[in-house]
């Protein structure tokens, strides 16, 4: 019955949150279930309301029925990701987010999102893909059927996240109503509504992994030793693992193997077509270089140039000259090393299924598999792999491409860390190159010196929203 998804206005509830020394008011409703039939006590979501809308007032110029509709998630590494809430202390939280937001006076609705480690009561696991997205989906379906009840302008719905939230947040846009998800919400007993959203924000999405190796190795492929931090078992504290450096070598086998991968990318990059924004084809050639290599150097040379304007010392990193104050070159292999390369070979789709993208593409009997055939062809275990049609369905560019058919957000704002090396910078540049080819609203670009990260930006991000939404 879908009256068990009707929201009542009763749960609101007053609440307070300090922040900068000033009190901010707002109404709560906590814990609410979004799916009739859920399957992990994860499905719940909570709803945060400028306390001023109580009354018929106004913040920022928006009222109860025109504010936006903010839906963060708090998924990393396709983990469960909890609903989120501003007092919420424990690891994952966007709590600071939720706070400007609501000094913002937006409308907060954040939902729990299952993740690979998601069991039911019975410790079964449900949370392989496509629950993320279908979480996701089912909760701006509850939003959308409960839009005479919910403050907030439902046409204004804009989703965030990081990383494999950041995914999330991309895939909720490129694939509204897409038809792949139906059994699925259905089974749930989501409720009968639309889940298309009206606006993007995705700070460095993992994304697009089934062709993330050979970008990765496009760009690192001749810088062999790596490094990363990974969880230390047993550390856990607030929710959060202790994390430690390890680092590694690329063997013989393993550069090899990064050839034949950064070989395959020119050949998925130039069946793309793309193009810059004077026309201009942008190709790999075999060897990786070309107009799209040249994109990239632009790219990061502009985010340069944009830190060395604010005084900001550029040369932490190898590469760039500077003459005259302006940035007049930059020698990518040299940037790449001194940035580092973070992942062995395959980067996602690793050949002995250790990766949390293996465990994604898991079910309740098989924990993981391969979501590629070319790991599947070398891998060192045992493995299955997975329906290629699942793996196209949770990428973005699936829809983008017109692969399947999806109603699209018209307006999306990417950021991907000039520091990050968790995906290849190619990943998210052809997401944001097919939007603009595609004529949508992209606002992108390489900030200087972060790495995997997001929410760094939040003045930046709100004055997008308001200026999408005024």
Known sequence: MTETLIFDSDWLTPEQIQMDGKTINYLAAHDIQYVQHPVAPIQRLNVFVPAAYENGGTVNGYTRDTAPIFMPNTVGGYFPGPADDPTRTQWPNNAATIKQALKRGYVVIAAGLRGHTTVNESGQRVGQAPAFIVDMKAAVRYVKYNQARLPGNVERIITNGTSAGGATSALMGASGNAKFFEGALTSLGAAPATDDIFAVSAYCPIHNLEHADMAYEWQFNGINDWN????????????????????????????????????????????????????????????????????????????????????????????????????????????????????????????????????????????????????????????????????????????????????????????????????????????????????????????????????YDLGELFAWIDGLCK
Do not use: C
């Open 228 to 455: 990363r931090s990974q969880p230390v078992a047993g550390s856990m504290k607030n929710g959060r693992p202790k994390f430690e450096s390890i680092t590694g070598t690329l063997s013989a086998s393993d550069q090899s193997l990064s050839a034949d991968l950064k070989r395959q990318f020119s050949d998925y990059l130039n069946g793309l077509q793309l193009h810059d924004a004077n026309g201009q084809a942008l190709t790999v050639s075999p060897d990786g270089t070309g107009t799209f290599q040249n994109y990239l150097v632009q790219l990061l040379t502009d985010s340069a140039q944009a830190a060395l304007d604010k005084g900001v010392d550029i040369h932490k990193y190898a590469g760039f000259t500077v003459t005259n104050g302006k940035v007049t070159g930059l020698d990518l292999k040299a940037y790449l090393t001194s940035l580092t390369r973070m992942k062995a070979v395959p980067a996602f789709d690793q050949l002995d299924l250790g990766s949390l993208e293996n465990r994604l593409f898991g079910d309740a009997t098989v924990l993981n598999r391969h979501f590629t055939s070319f790991s599947q062809e070398h891998t060192t275990v045992t493995a299955q792999l997975a329906e290629p049609e699942l793996v196209e369905a949770i990428n973005p560019l699936t829809y983008l491409t017109g692969k399947q058919s999806a109603k699209m957000a018209q307006h999306w704002r990417i950021r991907h860390g000039a520091a990050d090396r968790d995906t290849s910078f190619a990943i998210p540049i052809i997401l944001a190159t097919v939007l603009q080819n595609q004529g949508q609203d992209v606002d992108f670009a390489l900030p200087w010196d972060i790495p995997h990260s997001g929410d």
